[in-house]
């Protein structure tokens, strides 16, 4: 199996989110995929195949993370359709069959790729007795962000406390399915972002997740919103860190990035 590293979300390697990524003849049994992820160790490896023509999409995919595969993975989704226009395995717009519905992926003339994801129905909540001594912060409001996101997003003060959480990981568990989307205003837009996020997910083995497409099909609408705009920019403050062009179009969200391989080998195993 040819297996690539692909740094998603990001123009220069060792930036941005890391995903293997597998293009295969055909899925193996699960158990086997989820050693591999286990083994590559990323936030999210990707395992794609090509898909009959004349259907509604052209390729399969799954992800998965150390720990269990998940509904929705936009760094990944990324980083397989730069693998895929990058080697010459597809060219154009990619349609994805996944758990969370046939997802498309654009490659863009400057070397991006617009991915076409549901947008997450966000319900306000109250903010969980205790998430604010786990995560080291006062929410300001707080959101179920649905079943394929999953995750609990609070707002917080500003930017600076956002950059500076320390959460108690094993005790933000509690909250969400997947985890924890902390997030503020910028505190400079002038600086090319309109807010800041970091994600928590150790639910499913990840501490803290370097860059979150998914993530962003909640903040897109929570920020659309608030700043009064349709196409905004965030920044998650990871210590990779990475940038995501986002674009609120109803019930469907854009997220727009570049990305990067890494690393080009193959699974012996």
Not at 36 to 53: G, K, Q, S, Y
Not at 114 to 142: C, I, K, M, N
Not at 188 to 210: H, K, L, M, T, W
Not at 240 to 251: P, Y
Request: charged content about 20%.
């Amino acid at each position: 199996m040819r297996i690539r590293i692909v740094d998603a979300f990001t123009d220069r390697a060792f930036a941005g989110n890391p995903a293997g990524v597998l293009l295969l003849d055909s899925f193996p049994d699960d158990d086997r995929l989820q050693k591999i992820a286990l083994e590559v160790n990323h936030a999210e490896t990707a395992f794609a195949h090509r898909l009959p023509e004349g259907g509604e999409a052209d390729w399969a995919l799954r992800w998965f993370t150390p720990a269990a595969e998940v509904a929705m993975c936009g760094h990944a989704t990324l980083a397989t359709a730069h693998v895929l226009h990058t080697t010459g395995a597809h060219e154009g717009p990619v349609r994805f069959a996944t758990r969370s519905g046939v997802l498309v992926a654009t490659p863009r003339a400057d070397g991006s790729v617009t991915l076409d994801f549901p947008t997450a129905p966000l319900t306000a909540v109250e903010a969980p007795a205790g998430v604010a001594e786990a995560l080291g912060a006062e929410p300001r409001s707080a959101f179920d962000t649905g079943p394929n996101v999953g995750d609990l997003l609070v707002e917080l003060a500003d930017e600076k406390t956002v950059r500076a959480l320390s959460p108690d990981l094993r005790a933000l568990g509690a909250y969400s399915r997947r985890g924890i989307i902390a997030t503020a205003r910028a505190a400079d837009p002038a600086q090319g972002y309109d807010f800041v996020s970091r994600c928590f997910f150790p639910n499913v083995g990840i501490d803290e997740d370097p860059v979150t497409g998914s993530a962003h099909t909640a903040l897109a609408p929570f920020w659309s919103e608030r700043l009064g705009g349709t196409v905004l920019t965030g920044l998650q403050a990871s210590p990779r860190s990475g940038r995501v062009r986002t674009e609120l179009r109803g019930d469907r969200t854009l997220l727009s990035g570049h990305a990067v391989t890494v690393i080009d080998g193959e699974l012996l195993a």
